[in-house]
Every structure is written in C-alpha cells, then in structure tokens.
C-alpha cells in the first residue's frame, strides 16, 4: 500500500514560486526573442513536470479508499496548493502533523457464509422458516470522534502504566471480560497486559490466551486505540500488585477513573479480578464502538481453532441449508438454574442431590420450586419441547440440523425427542473426523470456539436457554447482515404446551408462529432498553444505513 506524504507549505511555495521568478526573468531580458522564446519553453516544460508531480501525489492519497475520491480535478490541485487543505485532511481523517494513516479497514472476527438460495419447490412454512430477516440496510460502521482520535496518539505511547486482568468462567464469559478489559484499558489510559484465563472450576480447562485467541491480530487491530502487551516490563514487574475485585455491577467510566486512576499512577500496575459483566452498557459512543471493534474483529480465534471451526461450518453449508441450536442440557446447567431435566426420577434425583452440596451455583431465586421457574420461562427448553416448537415454525424431517452445547446430561436419551422429530441431526464431533477433534477433545473452551463458528455460518440460529453463547450470537448475526435468530419465547410456550390438551395441532402450530413472528433477528435499537449491551444490540452505534461503512470488511 502506498504510504502517505504531508507536502509542508514552504515546499509548497517553492513549487508555485519558481515559475514566476523565471517569468521576471524572461520580462527583464524580453529584447532577446531566442532566449525568450527558450524561456517560454522552459516555463512549460517546468509547469507540466510539476503538475505530473502534484498528480501523482494526489493519486497515493485518495488511492486509499475509492469512495474518498475527489472528483474534481482542479479542486484536487487547489487542496494540495494549500488552499483546501482542511477539506482533504477531514475526507480521509488524516492528521498531517504525525501522519495518521486513516483508520484501518477491519476484518471481521469471522466472515461468515451467506445464506442459501432457497429452492423453489419448498412449501410455504418452509419457506417462511429459512426466511432471513429485513436488515433495513444495516452495515458495520465504527466511525470515531475527532476527539478520540486526538487522544489516541498519547495513549498508545505511554509507557508507564499497565492493566492486568484475570478473567473467568465459560468461553463467551471469558470474551465477555476480556472486551470490558479493553474498554476500561482505554478508560484508565493504560496499556493492556495480554489477559489471564483462570482454570475453569466445571470444565477442568486450563487453556492460556494463546491457545484460544490469535494474540498478534487482537495487538494488531487495537493498535490504535491501546497499547497491547505479552508481558509486563521489567521495571514494573512488582511482588504483590494492587488487586481490585470490587467493582461494582454497571460501573461508569467516571467511576473506574476516580477508584483506579490514582493507584495506576503511584504504583504503575493495577490487577483486576471478578470482572464479569461489570461494566456498564450505558457508554459513550466511541467506548461502545470500541467494543463491537474488540468483540467482532479483534477477537478472532486461534488459527487452528479457527481453520477447523470454518472448515466443518463449510461442511455443513455445502450440502444446503441447516438450523443451529445451543443445547443447555449439561448437568451444571440443571444444577445452576434450579431446573430439573424430567427424564427420570433417578435422574432428577441426583441433580436435587447435586444443588444441595453445592448452593452456591443456583443463579437466582432461591425461593422458587422448579414448577414455578419453568412457568415463569427460568429453565432451558428440553429436546422434547424445542422439536415441538421447530415443527411449528416450519421445519420437518428434511431439515438438517446442527446442535452445539457439551455433553448432554442423561447422553443420547436426552437428545431422542430431538432425534426422533430431525433425523438428520449433527453435532461438531459428528460431521468432523475424529483425528480432526482429538487435540480439542478434553478441551472445553476450544469446542466451544468450533460450535461458536458453526453456529455463526449457519442459516437459522434457535437457542433453547439464555447465557452468554446466546447473547454473544445475536449480536454477532446481526453485525454480519442480521441472520434469522429466533429467540423462543419461553414462558409463553410453556404455558401454552401446559395447556395444549384441548387444542388442535394446527392451532398450536398458528400460536408459536404468532409468538416468533417478531422474534426473528430483525434491527433492533439498542436505546429502547437502557440495559441492552452493544454486543447483543449493535444497532445504532456500531451500524449504520449510510454509505460509510468500509471500516468493517463484510
């Protein structure tokens, strides 16, 4: 790519005085009409090799990106001449003093599939199954403020303090804290030390950052917004860091500047632990396009990780379109939101057994039966009760379908309503080989990349519980061009399965599709909840309808 030259004003002038200092010349020695028709001759051979110059000039500039040609040629001459200047330097965001480049173009975390084609011989509700959502024109666009431009070029020198975190829980958790580490890296003015995954307690996985994330791309995309680092310098290497665990749920910038600031400052490192979903959602414009530019660009995967999720995500494109579900039917799962499977009572048994010795992982409301939560929507929809609902909406036997999730709590009797209704039924260690999955196979975050990838490409996404995989998906389907996601409807389902007896099946089947025919991944604004997080809404800040939108390489 070519690099950017800023033409100073006095190399300027001299270009534009030279010609008339040699026409005093010629006025002063006119009498000679050979030496003045030479001068002549040099002036234009002078003008035309400047002119060619200035040419070539303005094409390595607006070479950068077509839609910031000027059109106008001779407006063009005038804005190198220093006439225009200002208009140039905001067109391509270009701060000549330094050199900025303008910012860079993004690729995305994960450039997904498209959506198939749809034959035509598919009847009516399948057709209104695989039908993606109205995007409204919605493109990435991660324009920043003057401002904060401006007040990168500092930031991303400095070289005397340093963030620290250490992050916890379940990969999209894990994703979760480390993009909250970059915002609040950015806040404090501090380099961000290459983040700490902490063993995962359930799972047993004790992967580094490396082994799950391309750690040189994550540097390169947010280069210029923080300093990014493996390690901490030696001369900040410290026996006991100040260690802060104690952040509040929905903490402002202001408020992590007045409790950090000054221990950043006096000691040069700050450890930040129990960070999770701490942050608040309400932020300002150019922190929460900060945070799509994390989560869905810089984040990428592992290369391995990464080649492998695309290439089983390919192969179940290729043989047409399939639905992705997220399965919450693992043990923790029953055991944390205080549900219980009903495959058997010996089954149910030993889940209540499992809540008992360990209180501590029941999420919420105590107080509440296991009946009541399921009427109020509080537990995952079962095998049984998510077939149900598919085969309202449009599916059949046809449909292929990819499940994602670990392993199922009660193994392949868990899954056999699921089966029995969607023969074709696939899972990531089901469509790869199994040389492909064993360096992953006792890993849980890395399988949670592969179907996280999978789940991404696929052309309908159901999941059958809230959670972070969930909440990270419709974020992301809708930053990559507003793919069908269809968010059951819980309570409303179980209310209605609970009360189904008297009802006829078509009746059933128009109820489920009148429930989802709103919930199908459409734009939404994140504004109309105060609550919503960027990552899930990323509508309007970090998408937009205007013609801008080249920062996000789609």
Sequence with gaps: MPSLISIAAPQVDEFITSPKKLKAAAIRHSRNSRLWRRIQSTTLWLFLIVSFTLLTMIKSVVIWHPGNLLKNPCQTVRTIYGIHRRLI???????????????????????????????KNLSDSEREFWKQPNDLGYRPCLEISKEYAQASSAIIRQRRKYLMVVVNGGLNQQRNQIVDAVLIARILEAALVIP???????????????????????????????????????????????????????????????????????????????????????????????????????????PSLQALGEKLARRMWEEGPFVALHLRLEKDVWVRTGCLPGLSAELDEEIRIARIKSPQLLTSRSNMTFEERRKQGLCPLTAHEIARTLRALGANSRTRVFWAGGEAFGGSKSLEPLRAEFPLLYDKFSIAEPWEMEPFRE??????????????????????????????????RAYVGHRKYITPQKRDLIQLFLNSSSMREEEINDEIKRLHSEANGRPQLRMEKPTRDVLGYPVPECMCRSSRTWHAVV
């Design 89 to 119: 330097t905001e067109n391509l965001n270009l701060d000549l003093a330094s050199h900025r480049r303008p910012q860079q173009q993004l690729p995305l975390m994960i450039l997904p599939l498209k959506p198939h084609e749809l034959p």
């Design 196 to 302: 700490v995954l902490q063993v995962n307690q359930i799972w047993g996985d004790e992967s580094e950052f490396s082994e799950i994330f391309d750690v040189e791309h994550f540097k390169r995309i947010l280069r210029d917004d923080i300093r990014i680092v493996s390690s901490l310098p030696s001369t900040h290497v410290v026996a006991r860091p100040a260690v802060e665990s104690n952040m509040p749920l929905h903490a402002s910038p202001d408020w992590i500047k007045s409790h950090y600031t000054r221990k950043l400052r006096r000691d040069g490192v700050l450890l930040l632990r129990g960070m999770d979903s701490r942050l608040s959602h309400d932020l300002p414009s150019d922190l929460q396009k900060l945070k799509c530019k994390a989560a869905f660009h810089a984040l990428r995967f592992a």
């Design 443 to 476: 890993k849980a975050s890395s399988l949670a990349a592969i179907d996280y990838i999978i789940t991404l490409n696929s052309d309908v996404f159901i999941p059958s519980h809230g959670g972070n995989m969930g909440h990270a998906l419709r974020g992301h």
